[in-house]
């Protein structure tokens, strides 16, 4: 037995345990025996903690481990249980800026769900609470309070700089010291950072000789910040709430979402070890923004909001309306002061209260005089009304005045004294007469007539008293005159109606309107209209008219020809006045391009001639011409009704025959010309022939070249282009391609010739005839239209009817 105890104790005095070793990374000498596998989490932490504190990283402590023993094997176990190269600090090169982070005092993360509450929404100070972006936290970058008091949970960092160099983070222990290496254990828990400080100086002095002698220097400061416990009584969630140790009254007051729909924004009280050490007035800091009440907190302090004792409302034309809060001794004028004060409508000569007693309510009026002297009591509303909508002293003047406006009354002003506040009258004015609209003392109107130039010329009588709420009105003689017109059209630059003036010429007419164009002709016609007091029933003319002759060279009769008021001048068009216009030809002729039509009626064949003539690449049955369509075509379309009368016998149109839309539609915006297919051979033998046709102008001749192929396309299984192979029909070249798709219509199948012509397939009986195939033609297989499959109902009534009528006649042949 001896033997065995010797052997276990020589065993454990020979191999260094995995803790010492896991503290000893970077100082001890002999790392062979480290297993990972035995080492314990507090073991990681606190290597984790050494490499941080000598800034490096697990990968740059390998080197120094693999020469001090330990095995490959077990440094990789070793890195995987730390994490990689993440887990410690790397060191900073001197070229990398510092990150916010690295200068971030660090906190425990708090989360205290906070529910918005919109029941108090009129309190006056309840939008404090209720707004996520003012929360009060504490901001941790600041420097350290030098009255922050430690406690268990915070953390220093603890530095010895200069000769001797030491680093390294410190928590504060449950039982309120500090462990610092080579130095001990130190109470601190209590005590404010700044006495910590000189405390631990003076330990670390004892043990580091440089400190003592003022070569190496202490540095102390609070890098993680404990979590307090506070108490909240009243809020709108009550509760023990998690909160940082920089915390204040207003973040708690937050968390806990502000007081409850009863609760009191005046009277808060902070108990701090069972007495009240002090009772926060939230109204300081709402209208003065005064922040004395917003202390710190301290672990186990209890918030305590009571119910309010006092609360009026306000309402009206303040700027600020809604619920407040009043202590004792308080006046409508601090009330008014809470309220931001009236608005700029406000009547303020005084205030409406509605008071309750102890039976009912009643009413009161505060003047202005009071506001200073008179105490709300609670449940009052006071009401701010409205100024009314009207003047003491306003009277307004418009019309032929230099400066109509609305101006100031005073008791004794005359008409002369207001035009002469108005600068005078115009050069136009009708002076014989104006208007004075006055308000009588019953609210109706009346119109009082006053002579201005008796007025102006200083006659008492007609130089009448103004009341308030007066309105002038000095007219203009232009005001009585009819506005006069001519009009001129035709021929002319800019068309349209004119100001009419005495002696006024045609001449002087033409100029206003820029002149004639080039296609205007020598005949001017003017119509006239016809004045007379008498009626003259034989004579049914309505207008007078009379033609001038007018040219370049002799405008004589233009400059003489004085205008009456309305009337009509038309400048007519030169008889024969046409721009040439010209056709486009492109494809396989000798000269295509651009061709003016030189004969109103000429023909294709001319034009062909002209451009020398068709290539020998040309297809003579590929010839066609596009005309474009026009809005008079399209417009005529659109009026055609195709409906008629369903009463009528031989009505065979209905509702459906009408133009459809959506061909219309498709006319405007895609179709932009009509298709002539031409058969050039025809022409040739005759040029008489129907298909030589007349050009229009903008008309388009299209010639293509001869194609040795045949193209197919709509429902066929490959749209492709097939050699043309001659004395084939169009099932030859469907078979070319894979035949049709299930969705083919094959019967209504068609060939486009290279002209632009169509051709169908017909059919006889059971017999079908398909439309000719020739070089250059397109086969196109339509798809079959929907149709509407009859429902199950639909046959069931077809049978019901179909059973009731053989039924019908079997009794009818018995």
């Known amino acids: 037995m001896k033997k065995l105890l010797f052997i276990a104790v020589l065993f454990f005095a020979l191999t260094p345990t995995q803790s010492v070793v896991a503290q000893d990374l970077l100082k001890g000498q002999n790392l062979s025996t480290l297993k990972v596998d035995y080492l314990s989490d507090a073991d990681l932490a606190k290597l984790r903690s050494q490499l941080q504190s000598n800034n490096m990283t697990i990968d740059q402590a390998e080197p120094m481990a693999l020469a001090k023993g330990m095995s490959a094997a077990e440094f990789v176990k070793l890195k995987a249980r730390l994490g990689g190269g993440a887990t410690a600090t790397k060191a900073k090169q001197p070229t990398e800026a510092p990150t916010d982070n690295e200068y971030t005092r660090k906190q425990e993360p708090i989360e205290n769900k906070k529910v918005k509450d919109t029941l108090n929404a009129l309190?006056?100070?309840?939008?404090?609470?209720?707004?996520?972006?003012?929360?009060?936290?504490?901001?941790?970058?600041?420097?350290?309070?030098?009255?922050?008091?430690?406690?268990?949970?915070?953390?220093?960092?603890?530095?010895?700089?200069?000769?001797?160099?030491?680093?390294?983070?410190?928590?504060?222990?449950?039982?309120?010291?500090?462990?610092?290496?080579?130095?001990?254990?130190?109470?601190?828990?209590?005590?404010?950072?700044?006495?910590?400080?000189?405390?631990?100086?003076?330990?670390?002095?004892?043990?580091?000789?440089?400190?003592?002698?003022?070569?190496?220097?202490?540095?102390?400061?609070?890098?993680?910040?404990?979590?307090?416990?506070?108490?909240?009584?009243?809020?709108?969630?009550?509760?023990?709430?998690?909160?940082?140790?920089?915390?204040?009254?207003?973040?708690?007051?937050?968390?806990?979402?502000?007081?409850?729909?009863?609760?009191?924004?005046?009277?808060?009280?902070?108990?701090?070890?069972?007495?009240?050490?002090?009772?926060?007035?939230?109204?300081?800091?709402?209208?003065?923004?005064?922040?004395?009440?917003?202390?710190?907190?301290?672990?186990?302090?209890?918030?305590?909001?009571?119910?309010?004792?006092?609360?009026?409302?306000?309402?009206?034309?303040?700027?600020?309306?809604?619920?407040?809060?009043?202590?004792?001794?308080?006046?409508?004028?601090?009330?008014?002061?809470?309220?931001?004060?009236?608005?700029?409508?406000?009547?303020?000569?005084?205030v409406n209260v509605l008071q309750k007693t102890d039976k009912e309510f009643k009413v009161k009026d505060v003047k202005a005089t009071e506001y200073k002297l008179y105490k709300p009591r609670s449940g009052d509303v006071f009401t701010v009304t409205k100024i009314l909508n009207r003047f003491e002293n306003r009277i307004k003047i418009e019309g032929a005045v230099f400066r109509p406006n609305t101006y100031s009354f005073y008791e004794g002003m005359r008409i002369a004294d207001l035009i002469a506040k108005a600068d005078g009258l115009k050069e136009d004015a009708y002076t014989a007469r104006a208007t004075i609209v006055r308000v009588k003392d019953d609210l109706t109107k009346e119109a009082v007539g006053v002579n201005l130039d008796k007025a102006l010329a200083g006659d008492a009588q007609a130089n009448i008293l103004l009341k308030k709420e007066d309105i002038v009105t000095v007219f203009s003689i232009l005001d009585f005159k009819e506005e006069y017109k001519v009009t001129i059209d035709g021929e002319i630059k800019k068309p349209g109606e004119y100001d009419y003036n005495p002696a006024l010429t045609l001449n002087d007419l033409l100029v206003q309107a820029?002149?004639?164009?080039?296609?205007?002709?020598?005949?001017?016609?003017?119509?006239?209209?016809?004045?007379?007091?008498?009626?003259?029933?034989?004579?049914?003319?309505?207008?007078?008219?009379?033609?001038?002759?007018?040219?370049?060279?002799?405008?004589?009769?233009?400059?003489?020809?004085?205008?009456?008021?309305?009337?009509?001048?038309?400048?007519?068009?030169?008889?024969?006045?046409?721009?040439?216009?010209?056709?486009?030809?492109?494809?396989?002729?000798?000269?295509?391009?651009?061709?003016?039509?030189?004969?109103?009626?000429?023909?294709?064949?001319?034009?062909?001639?002209?451009?020398?003539?068709?290539?020998?690449?040309?297809?003579?049955?590929?010839?066609?011409?596009?005309?474009?369509?026009?809005?008079?075509?399209?417009?005529?379309?659109?009026?055609?009704?195709?409906?008629?009368?369903?009463?009528?016998i031989d009505a065979s149109l209905t509702s459906k025959d009408t133009v459809d839309n959506s061909a219309l539609k498709k006319l405007k915006e895609e179709v932009k010309f009509a298709t002539i297919p031409i058969d050039w051979n025809k022409i040739v033998r005759n040029p008489n022939n129907r298909t030589n046709i007349t050009l229009l102008p903008g008309d388009e001749i299209e010639v293509v070249e001869f194609s040795e192929s045949v193209k197919v396309t709509g429902s066929v299984l490959l749209t492709s282009e097939i050699p043309y192979n001659s004395g084939r029909g169009l099932n030859y070249y469907l078979s070319s391609v894979g035949g049709t798709d299930a969705k083919a219509w094959k019967r209504k199948a068609y060939v486009i010739y290279p002209n632009g012509q169509a051709a169908v397939t017909g059919s006889f009986l059971f017999f079908k005839s398909y439309p000719k195939v020739t070089p250059g033609s397109q086969i196109v297989v339509p798809e079959k239209p929907l149709t509407k499959k009859m429902s199950t109902g639909e046959w069931v009534s077809i049978g019901s009817v179909m059973s009731s009528l053989a039924l019908l006649i079997v009794t009818a042949f018995k």
């Open 123 to 350: 309190v006056f100070g309840s939008e404090l609470f209720d707004n996520p972006s003012l929360n009060f936290e504490p901001n941790l970058k600041l420097a350290t309070p030098v009255n922050y008091v430690l406690g268990p949970g915070d953390e220093l960092q603890i530095s010895v700089y200069g000769i001797q160099e030491f680093s390294d983070a410190v928590p504060v222990t449950v039982e309120g010291k500090v462990n610092i290496q080579y130095v001990g254990q130190i109470a601190v828990s209590g005590m404010t950072i700044e006495a910590a400080t000189l405390k631990i100086k003076n330990a670390i002095a004892r043990v580091y000789s440089t400190v003592r002698s003022g070569q190496s220097q202490v540095g102390v400061s609070l890098s993680r910040i404990r979590t307090i416990k506070v108490t909240l009584i009243g809020s709108k969630q009550p509760g023990n709430y998690s909160v940082s140790s920089l915390a204040t009254v207003y973040n708690a007051l937050f968390l806990g979402g502000g007081p409850a729909k009863n609760g009191s924004y005046r009277n808060i009280e902070l108990i701090r070890n069972n007495k009240v050490y002090r009772t926060i007035d939230l109204y300081r800091f709402l209208v003065n923004g005064n922040q004395s009440d917003n202390i710190g907190l301290k672990d186990n302090d209890v918030i305590r909001i009571p119910a309010y004792s006092q609360r009026v409302t306000v309402e009206g034309e303040v700027k600020r309306p809604g619920i407040f809060e009043m202590k004792s001794g308080e006046s409508f004028q601090d009330l008014l002061t809470f309220a931001s004060g009236f608005n700029e409508f406000a009547f303020t000569a005084s």
């Open 514 to 648: 820029g002149g004639l164009i080039g296609s205007a002709s020598k005949r001017v016609e003017v119509a006239r209209m016809i004045q007379s007091e008498d009626i003259d029933n034989t004579n049914s003319a309505r207008a007078e008219l009379f033609n001038i002759e007018i040219s370049p060279n002799n405008n004589e009769q233009a400059e003489n020809f004085v205008l009456a008021p309305f009337d009509v001048v038309n400048i007519r068009r030169m008889a024969v006045y046409e721009k040439p216009e010209m056709v486009t030809l492109t494809g396989a002729v000798h000269y295509p391009g651009k061709y003016v039509l030189a004969d109103k009626k000429e023909k294709l064949y001319s034009v062909i001639q002209r451009a020398g003539g068709l290539t020998p690449l040309a297809n003579n049955r590929g010839m066609k011409i596009k005309r474009p369509i026009k809005a008079k075509q399209i417009e005529d379309l659109e009026n055609v009704n195709l409906d008629v009368n369903k009463n009528s």
